[in-house]
């Protein structure tokens, strides 16, 4: 039985089908006889038949090679640093290599933990192309967008250590009992040192419920630390305003009645918080999108080098500076989406009462959400005819001053 029966046309690769193509094409172009009627014996029509064969041969094996759906679900759960693929949709139809590689692609950056993020289809669909995916074989089906949350770690279980029973004892007689020996004091389990005070007083001034602080003491004031409050009582004081880095206290211990000098006490203090650094290198002007960031926690020594600590404040934001993989974003480098570019031709709004007026014109300059610039009005080119209006949404404008428009 012959190849042809057998359908292996559409499974070879590429290369040897046109290999044999064009081997049996030459064949026919030196062998071509003469027919009965002294005429060529349909050259041709064999030539064009196969490369019509070829054709379709080339379109259906590469066609039938990567098709598949990927299913969004409405909810997803993810526990890395990362929003794959994987997390959020199932993927179907795929071969096993290909399946694979679609799964590690990173789709949005994870929350932080105890929230949740949306990623949207358009998320997805933006990292399928980055990720040189042929988006004309693969279907997108399901929600429009999947609400990924991150749950806090579950809390271990405290480990209770069963005393046993102790046993009675009786008294002895009376005639038995000799003096009566002193009785010692035994240490409170609940009393506390100086140094829990001080680490209390510092939790206290840097208040801030998402970070973590680490808190370390000089060994010169070590012995002073240990001093317990039934026996003494403290007052402290903060030397300077500093709360993070090296901070200076002054302690003041008064023990049985009697006022103690004033010890020096000096503190390392550090902040650990989440803050938002980029996953990947981002360009000067491009827009940020989720996959281009991540959470990262980072330690702090001052409050003002904090950076943006809110995913949600980032995106859909430009970036007013290049900004290397890994690097944290600052506040003063992110700038907003202009809605209006210069020269755009925008709608122009005008609201007085409950009567709404719209008209076209020629933004001047470009303008986010909320900002003001000036429109030229359509056909005119005067100086007079700009008016200032404010940006309310993509290509549009609203005139918020009518008194403007009455007088030109």
């Not at 007689?173 to 100086?194: F, G």
């Not at 992110?334 to 709004?349: D, K, Q, S």
Request: charged fraction near 25%; charge should be positive; glycine fraction near 8%.
């Amino acid at each position: 039985m012959s190849r042809m029966q057998h359908g292996c046309w559409l499974v070879e690769t590429v290369p040897q089908l046109w290999h044999r193509l064009w081997h049996r094409l030459w064949h026919r172009r030196l062998a071509g006889g003469l027919s009965r009627a002294g005429r060529p014996c349909h050259r041709k029509f064999w030539d064009r038949f196969l490369v019509s064969l070829a054709f379709a041969a080339t379109v259906t094996s590469t066609s039938s090679a990567i098709g598949g759906e990927i299913r969004i679900w409405p909810t997803a759960v993810v526990t890395g640093d990362a929003v794959t693929l994987a997390d959020v949709a199932d993927l179907q139809g795929f071969d096993f290599a290909s399946k694979q590689q679609l799964s590690g692609i990173v789709v949005h950056a994870a929350p932080r933990v105890g929230s949740g993020v949306l990623v949207r289809i358009a998320d997805i669909r933006g990292a399928l192309a980055e990720a040189d995916a042929n988006l004309a074989s693969i279907r997108l089906l399901g929600s429009a967008r999947c609400k990924v949350s991150k749950p806090r770690p579950p809390r271990e279980p405290r480990t209770t250590i069963k005393r046993p029973l102790a046993r009675r004892v009786k008294p002895p007689p009376l005639k038995q009992q000799q003096t009566k020996q002193p009785i010692k004091k035994q240490p409170n389990a609940k009393s506390r040192t100086l140094e829990s005070l001080l680490r209390q007083y510092i939790s206290a001034r840097v208040s801030d419920p998402d970070a973590k602080l680490e808190i370390r003491f000089s060994p010169a004031g070590e012995h002073i630390l240990r001093l317990s409050t039934e026996e003494h009582r403290f007052k402290i004081r903060a030397a300077s305003d500093r709360r993070l880095g090296f901070v200076s206290f002054e302690v003041d211990g008064i023990h049985e009645g009697r006022r103690a000098r004033a010890e020096p006490i000096v503190a390392e203090v550090q902040l650990v918080k989440e803050v938002v650094v980029a996953r990947r290198p981002i360009n000067r002007g491009k827009t940020i999108e989720g996959r281009d960031l991540k959470l990262e926690e980072h330690r702090f020594t001052d409050l003002e080098s904090i950076g943006v600590t809110d995913l949600a404040a980032v995106l859909g934001q430009q970036s007013g500076q290049f900004v290397r993989s890994g690097e944290m974003l600052r506040p003063e480098w992110l700038r907003a989406r202009p809605l209006v570019r210069r020269g755009e031709m925008v709608t122009i709004w005008v609201r007085q009462g409950g009567v709404e007026i719209n008209t076209v014109g020629k933004a001047q300059q470009p303008g986010a959400l909320g900002e003001a610039i000036e429109v030229r009005r359509g056909g005119t080119r005067r100086k007079q005819d700009l008016i200032d209006a404010v940006v309310t949404g993509p290509g549009t404008v609203t005139v918020t001053d009518v008194r403007q428009l009455a007088s030109r």
